[in-house]
């Protein structure tokens, strides 16, 4: 995999736009973070292409053409660096740069009818919170470090097994919810929350 990965971005003067999505997806899925944000942010930056760019409404030309597919592609990329759901495992914040010290998300489809939320701060995740809309069985990469508490929404523990480092394995009903915490920790706020940039930023629309 990595040898072909490697030949297809020796060849870089072939590529449009969105082959920096698509790359950055696929190093997303390799487990190397800083090579999948490097390959989004060139596009995401504007920068031109085979005549191809991003443009500041969030579309996208090829020449002359405006088309959509690209940016969509862009921000599944950004999917792709805090969820991942595949062969049976939920992995949150799985491919995340440590230029991302800080992330929030809320809400994201999770293969099994998972709902995902969970809050990354100073470079740590701080929780965890997995709503299954069906009943399945959860297995969970959690990327929390040490220890950890499992509770449901209403703060009483819940079974779980240690099947891997960072992983666990537990029964959800369907409706139920699963809080996973560094052990020790208070009970957080859930909430969504605004992330600051890091250092300077383009605002994204049309001017007025």
Known sequence: MRRSMDHWVSMQQLWHGYSYATASSMYSGMDEPEKALDFLTFFTDLKVVADCQMTVNTMYREGKNLALE???????????????????????FPSVSEHWADASIASLRAQGAFLVDADRSGGATRWVRVHSEAGAPLTL???????????????????????????????????????????GSRRPRTDPRDVPSNGGWTRWGLPG
Request: proline share 8%; net charge positive.
């Open 141 to 183: 990469d959690h990327s929390i470090r040490g220890g950890i508490e499992v509770r449901d929404a209403h703060g009483r523990p819940l079974h779980r097994r240690e099947t891997g480092p960072g992983r666990i394995t537990l029964a959800l009903p369907r409706g139920g919810t699963a809080v996973v915490t560094p052990q």
């Open 70 to 92: 690209s940016p969509l592609s862009a921000a599944q990329s950004m999917l792709d660096m805090v969820v991942q759901s595949h062969e049976g495992v939920v992995k949150v």
